[in-house]
């Protein structure tokens, strides 16, 4: 069994930074990608940043220059590090490995963790 667990939000005054940590754990063989997501209060779920098992790097325009994703691969492990945070960017942010191989298997699955809330306070 892969689960995917995230830790790290909470509240947080603007203009302070948070990190975000979310670990993939099981009989793992690989990852393709992992991934933090958010959705707003009252909006849909969107991409805020990738991190492929090669380090390739994707952002959603809005978080450019202010949030970065790094990934260590030996532990499964995706990081979020948020810095100079708005009122808007309260929201629940989920983290999800793509592309998950277990051994012995020629499956590919994703996994989704529960969540974890962030609050920025004006």
């Known amino acids: 069994q892969v689960r995917v667990e995230e830790s790290g939000g909470g509240v947080v005054q603007a203009g302070r930074s948070l990190r975000l940590s979310c670990t993939a754990a099981g009989n793992i063989f690989s990852i393709n990608y992992m991934a933090w997501y958010r959705q707003a209060p009252g909006g849909q779920r969107d991409l805020v940043a990738s991190?492929?098992?090669?380090?390739?790097?994707n952002y959603a325009d809005s978080v450019k220059g202010r949030f970065t994703i790094y990934r260590d691969n030996a532990r499964n492990t995706v990081y979020l590090q948020m810095n100079s945070l708005k009122p808007e960017h309260t929201a629940d942010y989920s983290c999800a490995a793509h592309g998950v191989r277990v051994p012995y298997s020629g499956a590919y699955e994703d996994y989704w963790g529960q969540g974890t809330k962030v609050t920025v306070s004006s």
């Open positions: 991190v492929t098992s090669g380090g390739t790097t």
